[in-house]
């Protein structure tokens, strides 16, 4: 059965192009050489990504894979410019990491509601001829033409913003946690790969206070060469501040089991260690309450992270684990870094950085009917202000 969540989609984008400048000239009949009036082309549309928080998924994307900017409009008589193009607004996800398509290099990150971040700019609108009147050549027949548009293939890749990120195999009891603690109803059922997709859920604290767990489908030994599921959920806790290793009370070897899922989290990405850890020994209400056999369990664990014991189903110590996971949470050691920042994000060793106008020098701009000796000065769409009050003398 197909799922409803995506988390990863490619794109085709394209901004608009600028609009004309106007070669027109004022004709009266109380004027017959009133001069050059053509107008200034409109900007193209650029292509705009924007964060929206009631998205959670990328599924709106999926069959709406063009995404196409209006172009500018041409510039006319009387001096009046072009219409500007209607900007394309992408929706995404909090959370969502743009990459290039062709080369995999990191673009842009949109990590917060309403936030904006332009993906391809549009082309600036070609200057009228109004513009390059001068006092030796009063009636210029020749105009810009609109700056070209841009075009890109790009990867939209989804990353579950939470605090928590649950780690641990199939039927570890991840699922019945999240809807022991929250609000959240995963599918909870005896057979592996009960959960397919990953969800969020809300955990409500001490004073009002809560945070946010991730729960990812289980994986096994292997799934960094493609067994199970594989890792492709695991970026789901790249941005997670602190991970909760759950491993089974009756598994045969509690320690080799822990052991097993920080070698996939290692595979699939070596920061993913450096992350806060707690473990948490599920199941628990099968141990009674024989304390000497939970030391026993406790032997050989590593000493330097926190280990509780909890039963979702019995609701044996969850306030004791939402009070580990808060402190822990809350340490300067675990904080989460920046999302932006290059050792966990960039794919490739060179930053993509847009360019934030193209070079003047390209093909197209000018004209050919121009004379030899006139000379075009190109300018930038802030100095077109400076050009519309200029008037010329007879």
């Not at 394309?88 to 936030?115: F, L, S």
């Not at 050549?137 to 890749?157: C, D, F, H, T």
């Not at 992270?305 to 979702?312: C, G, L, Y």
């Not at 360019?355 to 802030?382: A, V």
Request: proline share 4%; hydrophobic share 30%; glycine share 10%.
């Amino acid at each position: 059965m197909e799922t409803n969540f995506i988390d990863y989609v490619r794109i085709y984008c394209r901004s608009g192009r600028g609009g004309r400048g106007s070669t027109h000239m004022h004709r009266a009949k109380y004027l017959p050489k009133g001069g050059p009036d053509g107008g200034n082309g409109g900007r193209g549309g650029h292509v705009i990504l924007r964060g929206n928080r009631n998205y959670w998924t990328l599924l709106h994307l999926r069959y709406d894979r063009h995404i196409q900017a209006e172009h500018g409009g041409n510039g006319s008589k009387s001096k009046s410019t072009g219409k500007q193009g209607a900007n394309a607004y992408i929706e995404v996800p909090c959370g969502t990491a743009v990459y290039d398509a062709e080369t995999g290099e990191y673009i842009c990150d949109v990590t917060e509601h309403e936030q904006e971040v332009i993906l391809l700019k549009g082309g600036r609108g070609g200057l009228g001829n109004f513009n390059f009147a001068t006092p030796t050549n009063k009636a210029p027949r020749y105009a810009q033409p609109g700056e070209p548009m841009q075009e890109r293939s790009v990867i939209l890749e989804l990353k579950l913003l939470a605090d928590v990120g649950l780690v641990g195999f199939p039927n570890a009891g991840k699922s019945t946690l999240v809807n022991a603690v929250s609000s959240a109803k995963p599918k909870i059922d005896n057979y592996p790969f009960t959960t397919l997709e990953p969800s969020l859920g809300i955990v409500s604290y001490r004073d009002d206070r809560s945070f946010v767990i991730a729960d990812i489908p289980g994986i096994i030994e292997g799934a960094s060469e493609g067994r199970g599921l594989g890792l492709r959920f695991l970026r789901h806790i790249e941005r997670n501040s602190l991970l909760l290793f759950m491993v089974p009370a009756d598994s045969e070897d509690i320690k080799h089991e822990y052991e097993v899922l920080l070698n996939e989290l290692e595979k699939f990405n070596p920061d993913l260690l450096n992350k806060g850890r707690v473990l948490a020994i599920t199941k628990c209400d099968l141990l009674g309450q024989d304390e000497e056999l939970k030391e026993m369990l406790k032997e050989g664990l590593p000493n330097d992270i926190p280990v509780i014991f909890i039963s979702a189903v019995a609701q044996q110590g969850l306030q004791e684990l939402k009070d580990t996971l808060w402190t822990e949470m809350n340490n300067e050691s675990n904080k989460i870094a920046a999302i932006s920042t290059q050792e966990s994000l960039i794919r490739s060793t060179k930053t993509f950085a847009y360019m934030d106008s193209i070079s003047e020098d390209d093909e197209g701009w000018g004209d050919e009917d121009k004379g030899e000796d006139d000379e075009i000065e190109f300018l930038d769409e802030d100095d077109i202000e400076d050009l519309e009050d200029f008037e010329y003398e007879e």
